[in-house]
T-cell receptor, first 116, second 115 residues
Framework: EAGVTQSPRYAVLQEGQAVSFWCDPI?????LYWYQQPRDQGPQLLVY????????NSQLPSDRFSAVRPKGTNSTLKIQSAKQGDTATYLC??????????????FGPGTRLLVL | GDSVTQTEGQVTVSESKSLIINCTYS????????LFWYVRYPGEGLQLLLK?????QKGSSRGFEATYNKEATSFHLQKASVQESDSAVYYC????????????FGTGTSLLVDP
């Protein structure tokens, strides 16, 4: 079974530039999460979806960040105008439908973003 | 909001010695979160090590154990005899199950096992 895949693996930007991250969850997983992990901190949830619906985006900086999952499968996270404070690893995770293991999340390798 | 505290940022242990990594939590719902330990081995992605969803129960995996202590709001990770291959970053986390299963993580503890 293929795991969660993410691309690109690395990105380097100047402040003010835009960047998009792409995530392909495990087949059959209906819930998809995006986390931001600054250096030396734990992952922090930005947004999550169940199928194509946003369930919680309260931690997503809405002025510059956006996330979509139009068909309930792949997802894209976009930063419109990056700031140095956005430097972090962006993790995507997915979890299966309502079962005893629904709260087990499977993580992708992450995208490491450096904003200069 | 919910929070998870790991007091040790980095721990060094000699091979075959015992290990304890501390984790305490605060949950704002009814106070019965699901508790997890995730691990990131060098060059790999974050993966589940163990989880416990019932207070008083113990979870175990790969020789590691953690007990859900509701009274102390703790979920310490222990291993009796570490190996060099256990060198990794360990994250304690919680989710409030019926709130959508989003995870709240601690800051992580980097374990280095000396051969």
């Amino acid at each position: 079974e293929a795991g969660v895949t993410q691309s690109p693996r690395y990105a380097v930007l100047q402040e003010g530039q835009a960047v998009s991250f792409w995530c392909d969850p495990i087949s059959g997983h209906d819930t998809l999460y995006w986390y931001q992990q600054p250096r030396d901190q734990g992952p922090q949830l930005l947004v999550y979806f169940r199928d194509e619906a946003v369930i919680d985006n309260s931690q997503l900086p809405s002025d510059r960040f956006s996330a979509v999952r139009p068909k309930g499968t792949n997802s894209t996270l976009k930063i419109q105008s990056a700031k140095q404070g956005d430097t972090a690893t962006y993790l995507c995770a997915s979890s299966p439908p309502l079962t005893i293991n629904q709260d087990t999340q499977y993580f992708g390798p992450g995208t490491r973003l450096l904003v200069l | 909001g919910d929070s998870v505290t790991q007091t040790e940022g980095q721990v060094t242990v000699s091979e075959s010695k015992s290990l304890i990594i501390n984790c305490t939590y605060s949950a704002t719902s009814i106070g019965y979160p699901n508790l997890f330990w995730y691990v990131r081995y060098p060059g790999e992605g974050l993966q589940l090590l163990l989880k416990v969803i019932t207070a008083g129960q113990k979870g175990s995996s790969r020789g590691f154990e953690a007990t859900y202590n509701k009274e102390a709001t703790s979920f310490h990770l222990q291993k009796a005899s570490v190996q060099e291959s256990d060198s990794a970053v360990y994250y304690c986390a919680l989710s409030e199950g019926n709130m959508g299963y989003k995870l709240t993580f601690g800051t992580g503890t980097s374990l280095l096992v000396d051969p």
